[in-house]
T-cell receptor, first 113, second 110 residues
Framework: GAGVSQSPSNKVTEKGKDVELRCDPISGHTALYWYRQSLGQGLEFLIYFQGNSAPDKSGLPSDRFSAERTGGSVSTLTIQRTQQEDSAVYLC???????????FGSGTRLTVV | GENVEQHPSTLSVQEGDSAVIKCTYSDSASNYFPWYKQELGKGPQLIIDIRSNVGEKKDQRIAVTLNKTAKHFSLHITETQPEDSAVYFCAARWSQNFVFGPGTRLSVLP
């Protein structure tokens, strides 16, 4: 597609439930990143994928967070047993490779009630 | 690891005035510094960038300067317009990743 697509755009979930957030990167972009943006805060790195290499998971805040990227394209970020502190905007970005600029999606706003 | 600081956190200017946002970084190995603009409800968008072999870069009303010795870089917006109102993030490339500053909320008052 023309840009990075994220779905859903908004998600409200009850505390303790699992959620899946989807990112569809720009076609041909080999690198894909997930960031978290809490209200009024900066961008917190979570994880990135580059081609077929093992992902860099160093930013994941806990073992409740996981992500996968199937076929080198679409990625899913899963948060298990959601907590209220997980409420944030989750941004996905892709780039041609690790050395190129990011193109961000519009994000998924997650609210845990 | 890399740490990027950004000031001010909020900035209000009158339409037509200039706005300056400053960032510092900690790792001298960082060599690429992009700036992103984030409008309400949207993802950040790249507006300008600078590489470490250049001291200044300009694109119409926006410019970025880099001082490698002091490890700081700045965004300058001249003749500000209401549509410049947004949150601006600086970033530094570090390892295989970008480290972002905490953001500056710019408000351009008519």
């Amino acid at each position: 597609g023309a840009g990075v697509s994220q779905s859903p755009s908004n998600k409200v979930t009850e505390k303790g439930k699992d959620v899946e957030l989807r990112c569809d990167p720009i076609s041909g972009h080999t690198a894909l990143y997930w960031y978290r943006q809490s209200l009024g805060q900066g961008l917190e790195f979570l994880i990135y994928f580059q081609g077929n290499s093992a992902p860099d998971k160093s930013g994941l805040p806990s073992d409740r967070f996981s992500a996968e990227r199937t076929g080198g394209s679409v990625s899913t970020l899963t948060i298990q047993r959601t907590q209220q502190e997980d409420s944030a905007v989750y941004l996905c970005a892709s780039s041609l490779n690790l050395l190129m600029d990011y193109t961000f999606g519009s994000g998924t706003r997650l609210t845990v009630v | 690891g890399e740490n990027v600081e950004q000031h001010p956190s909020t900035l209000s200017v009158q339409e037509g005035d200039s706005a300056v946002i400053k960032c510092t970084y900690s790792d001298s190995a960082s060599n690429y510094f992009p700036w992103y603009k984030q409008e309400l409800g949207k993802g950040p968008q790249l507006i300008i960038d600078i590489r470490s072999n250049v001291g200044e870069k300009k694109d119409q009303r926006i410019a970025v300067t880099l001082n490698k010795t002091a490890k700081h870089f700045s965004l300058h917006i001249t003749e500000t317009q209401p549509e410049d109102s947004a949150v601006y993030f600086c970033a530094a490339r570090w390892s295989q990743n970008f480290v972002f500053g905490p953001g500056t909320r710019l408000s351009v008052l008519p």
